[in-house]
């Protein structure tokens, strides 16, 4: 059949397994025509999941010195024998493999076909899923996890609700790694999207109220690793009342896991004042001492006579640098805290301590 007509595969499988009465749909057969490689590989891989096993890729041949691949060998998971003696692998010499070879038109064919088994084969998902060929997530199922993960639904409940509906936790086509895996691709490419929206939304503000601060602190690569961004009144009020602040810090609470720190103030009232916001990539030196010299530069260059944070090392080095004149303390209620964490037996004790 090499070089003649192509014709359509899932046909040929449809026809040729009929007339077998085979009750796998599709069932691998000699002389069945794919447009790619791929195709071919997605329509073995879909068979082998139906029957229970797994497949990998074996032998090839490329010319030379053009490196065009003229002949694949996609082989069962176990196939070949073990190396060592007493080892726990699944190996069983199972010959079980489908030969695929190019056409003339550079289409690709199944020019040998072996479908026995020497070995059980699966019969439920959770056994299924064990080979890297099958533990994959079906293109429908991320378009769910992606609207629940857009909803910050923590992994492990989307999880259960991919046992819900599976019927059972054994039946989930995938593992928690393969999901964790996927929502960290998800999470990415979704705070590179985020990004540009916000600055957008930023530029919009900057447009409307020229008062309106925010920067940003790229890499070498042009990869944001900072936005600091103040209102007008957050401004105004800075200038009234900000002899004393405090910087806190959250530990990547947020879906994008980047820590988010507050400038906060007292007004007269008494009450607490927003100065301004950053989001950070991470809590090194560099980023901190990038925050506090740019909130300055927002400000007119106005530094705080007194600046209260927790007990982090990397902000009471970058505050010397940018602020040496502001006077820096640690927040009473942080060290308190961390003495009850880390003194709570001699709390217990009831010492003069």
């Keep these: 059949m090499e070089g003649g007509g192509r014709t359509n595969s899932i046909q040929r499988a449809f026809s040729l397994t009929a007339e077998r009465g085979s009750p796998v749909v ?47 060998e996609f082989l069962r998971s176990c196939e070949g024998s073990n190396k060592e003696e007493n080892t726990k692998s699944a190996r069983t010499k199972c010959k079980a493999m489908v030969r695929l ?25 959770g056994e299924k899923k064990v080979w890297k060929c099958h533990n994959t997530i079906d293109s429908s199922i ?32 995938f593992g928690k790694r393969c999901l964790k895996n996927l929502c960290a691709t998800l999470a990415h490419d979704s705070s590179l999207d985020d990004i540009t929206k916000t600055l957008d939304i930023f530029s919009k503000m900057q447009a409307q109220n020229p008062d309106f601060f925010y920067a940003v602190k790229v890499d070498s690569e042009r990869r944001v690793h900072g936005i600091l961004w103040c209102h007008s009144k957050s401004r105004a ?21 980047m820590p988010v720190g507050l400038f906060v103030g007292v007004n007269n009232h008494y009450q607490s004042a927003l100065f301004g916001c950053v989001i950070l990539r991470e809590e090194t030196e560099d980023s901190f001492k990038w925050a506090f010299s740019t909130f300055v530069e927002a400000n007119g260059g106005k ?51």
């Design 142 to 173: 991320k378009e769910l996890i992606k609207h629940m993960r857009s909803n910050n639904i923590p992994v492990n409940k989307v999880y259960g609700v991919m046992s819900d509906i599976h019927g059972r936790h054994e039946e989930v086509p």
């Design 237 to 257: 009020d800075y200038h009234l009342f900000g002899d004393m602040l405090t910087f806190d810090t959250t530990y990547k609470s947020n879906l994008y896991e």
């Design 303 to 353: 530094t705080p006579q007194t600046i209260l944070t927790d007990q982090c090392r990397q902000m009471e080095l970058a505050i010397a640098h940018t602020m040496p004149s502001t006077v820096h303390h640690l927040c009473k209620w942080h060290v308190m805290k961390s003495i009850k964490e880390n003194l709570g037996a001699l709390y217990k004790k009831g010492t003069p301590f």
């Design 101 to 125: 070879k190019r056409t003339a038109d550079d289409g690709w064919y199944f020019s040998t076909v072996v479908l026995t088994h020497n070995h059980e084969l699966a019969d439920t998902a």
């Design 26 to 72: 599709f069932e691998p057969a000699m002389g069945m025509v794919f447009s790619s490689e791929q195709e071919a590989h997605e329509f073995y891989n879909a068979y082998s999941w139906e029957v229970g096993f797994g497949i990998e890729r074996g032998n090839k041949y490329t010319t030379k010195p053009a490196c065009y691949k003229t002949m694949q």
